[in-house]
């Protein structure tokens, strides 16, 4: 009974040792190769998209509305907008997704004309995302 | 007196738990993100979308180790110094030394700053090296470990040979090893958590500044994987060494 305990206590011993021992240099591991190719990495993680601001203009009404390319709606009548943020040392880029409405108006070949307000600052997707599974507040990178 | 025995044993382990229990809240936290339960999603964020957060993480660690080396090379020699060679003056500069050792950092901040300011070593990362690796308290701590070593040890070897350096390397440092590693220990902490010397002889060059002042600027969300990434060094550190440490600090006299 005395062996079987002090062999058991051996096993703890050793395994646990070469465990900590394991983790320990994991760690340092994924610190040195997020230093060298944390920017990599990140690229390679994040999707990219296609964005550009969106048109603000008024009638001679005083109403306001903003252009968004046709390209930009999906089938539910939302657009998706690139929100950025700052981070610890670069900016952050953000998806959301906003229901729009539009305005009536004579047909525009150049987009749609819409009055909702949009987040300020933000970029308008312009590319068609049904392909890449997007969930809001889904961090992205911008094409250049 | 078993009884005595148990109920002093579950007192040290109540207070044990209170210093451990921020700690192991502090890396359980870090593999929560929103409302996930497990996740590595704080150190994604940390490492991979902001990962200069790492190059604070290696300033800290290339200041401590310099700081660590350079302090252990100096104090050496100078507590053999103090402990076996008689000169004039010797425990007048010893007392002025233990006096400095027992100054806040707040007294000797001033003449530090003056002389790296005429130096022109301001907020450069000398600045945050310098003042801390010429460590008082690694001079008396060495000074305490060599005084333990018996003389004749020290004149048979003199008598084998003339170079001091030969003396240091081949018996004295072979009977320190213990103190070395304590001390390396403890200075290599002290330097990896400075933060007074960067706000004031660094204060305006944040690329070199460490993570231990970085840490607050932290995003929120994140800030527990990067705690445990600021701890991780000096955990390694101290579960190595810990043996080591608490055997050569039962061993100094005071």
Do not use: H
């Amino acid at each position: 009974m005395e062996k079987e305990k002090k062999r058991v206590r051996g096993f703890y011993k050793i395994w646990g040792k070469r465990f900590s021992v394991i983790v320990t240099a994991a760690f340092f591991l994924l610190l040195v190769v997020c230093t060298l190719f944390g920017e990599k990495l990140y690229t390679w993680i994040t999707p990219s998209v296609s964005a550009l601001m969106p048109k603000m203009a008024m009638y001679e009404s005083g109403e306001k509305y903003t252009q968004i390319p046709k390209r930009a709606v999906t089938a539910k009548d939302t657009v998706y907008v690139v929100i950025s943020e700052a981070g610890f040392s670069r900016k952050i880029y953000r998806i959301k997704e906003v229901e729009i409405e539009y305005r009536e108006s004579e047909e525009d070949p150049s987009g749609v004309l819409v009055t909702t307000r949009l987040p300020q600052g933000c970029l308008i997707v312009t590319e068609s995302l049904e392909g890449k599974c997007l969930k809001d507040g889904e961090k992205v990178l911008l094409k250049k | 007196m078993k009884r005595k025995k148990r109920g002093w044993a579950v007192l040290f382990f109540v207070l044990a738990l209170l210093y451990l229990v921020p700690v192991l809240m502090t890396i359980l936290k870090s593999f929560r993100y929103g409302e996930s339960a497990i996740t590595l999603q704080q150190y994604m964020e940390l490492l991979i979308t902001d990962y200069t957060v790492l190059r604070y993480f290696w300033n800290s660690v290339f200041y401590a180790v310099s700081i660590t080396i350079v302090c252990l090379c100096v104090s050496f020699p100078l507590g053999f110094l103090f402990a076996k060679v008689k000169f004039l003056g010797r425990d007048a500069l010893f007392f002025v030394y233990i006096v400095v050792m027992l100054l806040p950092f707040q007294a000797t901040l001033l003449p530090n700053y003056i002389g790296l300011r005429d130096m022109k070593l301001l907020n450069t990362p000398y600045a945050l090296m310098l003042p801390l690796m010429f460590s008082p308290l690694a001079v008396f701590l060495f000074r305490q470990f060599i005084a333990e070593i018996e003389d004749s040890v020290l004149e048979y070897t003199m008598l084998e040979t003339n170079s001091v350096f030969r003396l240091l390397w081949y018996v004295v440092f072979p009977q320190t090893k213990e103190a070395f590693l304590a001390l390396a220990v403890l200075v290599f902490c002290e330097s990896w958590n400075m933060v007074e010397q960067v706000m004031i002889f660094a204060a305006k060059n944040k690329e070199i500044w460490p993570l231990s002042v970085m840490l607050g600027q932290i995003p929120e969300d994140v800030t527990y994987a990067g705690a445990t990434v600021y701890m991780y060094p000096v955990l390694v550190l101290f579960l190595c060494f810990r043996n080591v440490f608490s055997k050569s600090m039962e061993k100094f006299k005071w």
